[in-house]
């Protein structure tokens, strides 16, 4: 099953000679909008096939399929749009310096594009998910390297897109799916790949993105790496809503069983009462929760380990201990630590790199510097949040220089909820510093297109030769940047 | 003169200590005009210091500089106009698959930024050049990397530009300066360097990405290296002005002693009379072009032994020999090749890297899939250009075709004009691919301002709390897109 060199080689040329299938805007949304109906359609089986390789159950396996055909459906709706291909037209000026020719800019798809598929979204960031949707909405071929945690289901989705592409006249080499690991390496390297995309862990993610760099050639590598996503809860918040925290923080680190890369995994807490309470209302929260089956035995193990080698450190406690439930399953947990602790440099920059599983590490702290020292030691991340008191959100106290505060951490920085569930949107960013992402893009949303893409300019080029996108007379209605003015 | 490690630190922390003096949008464009005004208003002894160093002689010199001053008040009228923020707005819908919550996005500046200048552009490219401008613009210190060519010039420009930043309460250190290639290579690994812009050698280019992506944090490396800038003469093009033409190369080719990153390296020609009547042109043009002066010489002696190489493999001619001129100067010239030797792997794929300097060369083909066969063979290019007759201009024949052939090529696409001049404007695309740039990026044009921003987006936050940039009432009358429509 594991594809040869060969093999790898077949499916990036087979994508290649398909990129001029994708060329025609209209086309494109349409074979999106054909690939949503058809996984809509296949519902049922895709469903019972993730649930068997996976073991994330029926209700969280549909609503995700749910989510990735609403993408594809959204990316038609940007393909149809166009504002995605910067459209940027200048008559000539001979007032500037130097004086401007005709100058008329847009962007065209990069070429093929690479996708490393993730274990925890068999759906949503596998072979039809957010990079395959952005990258055939930017007119680009795909290869997806599938995630060996759900190989069959892997091929049944390919099969759905490929049956898709067919339909409106696109060769199915457009979407190509390799497995094994070495496939995966092959694919990074292979001179006709032009991008890639990758959800994953940092180990696998930076050899990647290494691989990428090395090239003779060097290409763009947009990777979602991993995150701790931090809270912090204000002496305020902690006081006003300790219990309310207590139970929403258990359930944003419980979800899923705790394998979302949005898990909030380091929660800044204040000591005293209020945070004592909070703390009790944690404990309670995440006792009542069940075991849970991890996504395969290999992050059993690691969950496993990696608790009990932070458990012992000297002043973790774990008020609900994480480990091992049954013989497959895993039970979730909390630790504690003085932020003392965590000041400087030492044994427990363990408790700052992130966890995959239903843990987090609650961080108690006596002032603010305290917690702003923890926070500045930070690694990059996904998200910040901050739960805050209704005065605090309403403007009086630190809450906007809290705000500002948090922003260099994450891509994302949420108020009074919980960075668990990212929403497919325009204003989404899913993406943040290193390791959080290799890139400054987001994976999920809207602007994930640019990811694909590069400009180009033409320059005096006579009207009769311009693609359509670039004609004063606009006869696409496109929005775009016409002699310095926005024009919608 | 060189900085050591401890002066690269100082000055890196001096600039990541100024970034807050740039976060105002306000400060920031009066400060880039400032730093126009006070370029222009040191003309006479800029251009008499860089002449003294460079040997670019007063005329070019002082036209760089009008470019230079005319660059910082295009980026300070980006500032102000702010589309370059991206705004993005979305309220909570519940209709969507998962719900969308409250999400607002924007961008903002990635940190402090490298810049490396070049030799050929002491003023457009140096310190207070593209990079510079438009790091500034989108709120990012820069420490500068001095070009070894003009370290005098570097240090008063870089007076001129902390001199504007005073008159606007920002601290000195928002410019940082330092000189020598090991300072060079510090700077790049820099904890607080968050991203980079270079001009030069693809060897000294590539050196630095590598530097850049091996990082324990890698940071974006945006570096424009190196370009052939290929030129493609149809046969009618040849029949309708070979004279034309044929002169129209031979100033491109030769303008500033060759020394652009756009300079025409390598112009497919038609065998036959046509053919030959251009070359003739050319021959008399160049004949005619006086001896110049090369940079430095480094860059002599490389011109020297790069075109003695070229000329000396079989079937090459030299109908004008390139080479020294007198002690210090280079004349100009070109050679000649047919297109069969180019198009396969061998020997004669010098000719297919860039020589810096005043030479071409002239590739004769015998029919449309020979000029198509070495064209796809090289390697990517800021620049590519055709040469049309006006009926392929106006629509007959095969001119839309060759534009779309010539788009994989390059960033520009030029059309009956010649690919050395590159304007400032918002429809401008100075990169292209590898090794023309190291990223998708532009450095010239207001697109620039992209490379040093990355999104953040705020979820759920309360309106007391938001920046005024994300606020529902859009109290800076910033272009956006809310709730799905673009507004102007």
């Known amino acids: 099953m594991e594809a040869t060199a060969q093999e790898v080689d077949a499916a990036v040329r087979a994508a ?10 209209a086309v494109r949304s349409a074979f999106l909008r054909s690939a949503a109906a058809g996984l809509d359609a296949a519902r049922d089986g895709l469903v019972e096939t993730a649930d068997a390789e996976t073991a994330l159950g029926p209700v969280r396996l549909t609503g995700e399929l749910a ?3 609403y993408q594809l459906r959204a990316f038609a709706g940007i393909v149809d749009e166009g504002a995605f291909l910067d459209v940027v037209i200048n008559h000539p000026d001979d007032t500037a310096t130097p004086p401007i020719p005709d100058l008329r800019r847009y962007k065209v798809p990069l070429g093929v594009v690479a996708v490393y598929s993730a274990s925890n979204f068999p759906f949503a960031f596998s072979v039809a998910g957010g990079d395959t949707a952005s990258a055939l909405a930017a007119g680009c071929p795909v ?22 592409a067919a339909e409106h006249g696109i060769p199915e080499g457009v979407v190509g799916l390799v497995h094994g690991f070495e496939a995966g390496v092959e694919l990074i390297k292979h001179p006709l790949v032009s ?8 180990r696998g993610g930076r050899a990647l993105f290494d691989a990428a760099a090395a090239r003779p050639v060097p290409i763009p590598f947009h990777g ?7 809270v912090l809860v204000t002496e305020a918040a902690a006081v006003e809503r300790a219990e309310e925290i207590g139970t929403g923080l258990a359930g944003s680190m419980t979800l899923g069983v705790g394998q979302f890369c949005v898990k909030p995994g380091l929660v800044l807490v204040p000591s005293g009462a209020a945070g004592d309470g909070l703390v009790k209302a944690l404990t309670a929260a995440v006792s009542d929760t069940g075991a849970g089956v991890l996504l395969d035995h290999r992050m059993r193990d690691n969950f496993i380990a990696g608790v009990a080698e932070r458990a012992q450190l000297p002043e973790v406690d774990s008020p609900v201990t994480p480990g091992a439930g049954g013989e497959h399953t895993v039970s979730a947990g909390f630790l504690t630590v003085p932020a003392s602790r965590l000041a400087e440099e030492g044994d427990h920059d363990r408790l700052l790199e992130e ?12 002032n603010e510097s305290e917690a702003a020292a923890v926070l500045s030691r930070l690694p990059g991340n ?12 309403a403007g009086q106290g630190r809450g906007a220089e809290i705000l500002a505060e948090l922003t260099p951490l994450a891509g994302r920085v949420v108020v009074n909820a919980w960075p668990t569930g990212v929403a497919v949107a325009p204003a989404q960013h899913h993406g943040g510093p290193y390791p959080a992402t290799t890139s400054t893009s ?3 949303g809207g602007t994930a297109i640019e990811r694909w893409l590069r400009p180009v300019a033409y320059q005096n080029a006579p009207s009769a030769l311009l693609p359509a996108e670039l004609r004063d007379d606009n006869p696409l209605g496109l929005p775009r940047r016409f002699n310095g003015v926005l024009e919608r």
């Open 143 to 164: 290869v997806v390297k599938a995630h060996p945690d759900h190989p069959a289901l892997s091929e049944l989705v390919a099969k759905v897109l490929r049956r898709a």
């Open 67 to 69: 989510r990735t055909s």
């Open 442 to 444: 987001t994976s999920v």
């Open 16 to 25: 290649h000679a398909a990129r001029g299938a994708l060329a025609d805007r």
């Open 382 to 393: 996904l998200t910040a949040t901050v739960q805050l008191s209704a005065e605090e959100a």
């Open 224 to 230: 979602e790496l991993g995150s701790l996503n931090p």
């Open 195 to 202: 991008a890639a995309g990758f959800t994953g862990s940092v």
């Open 355 to 366: 966890c995959f599983g239903p843990v987090t590490v609650v961080v108690r702290y006596e």
